[in-house]
């Protein structure tokens, strides 16, 4: 895997801490920073991310001091177990979505498939009801209900 240009780390740096509403400097270090939403308004949910060992929970502004009770002693380990972090979470959940990846490449490094990419089709049904069937069920339900969301 290759690394990032230093130019396009820094653009994801400043992109990130602007959702988020923290300091740079929060991506340098290992810790767990609950912050009140940012970019995401009023959003009535939680938003986690993961950084190497940096984790941020960002949360409703209305619920930020429960969530700093709950969620500031976690760290990165325990993102790692959804089943084991949703114990923490004060009210019902309703509906888990992710881990989800998030990644980054430079165009120089960066090599696409050489027939390159477009939207699925109704053509393409049974070739995803293959792909689905050789995922993980939690992946191949995603992929579907993406698929059927944006046909």
Partial sequence: MSELLPSTSATLDRYWSDFFGCPLAVFDRATTCVLPHAGLGDYHGLFLFRRQHTLIVSVPPADHAVYVARFAGLTTVAFDAVAAFTMHIPAAIRQVIGPAWIGYADAIPFRSHPRGARLLADAD????????????PRIGSTAAAFWAANR
Avoid: D, M
């Fill in 125 to 136: 049904a049974t070739a995803l009801l293959r792909f689905r069937t050789a995922c993980p």
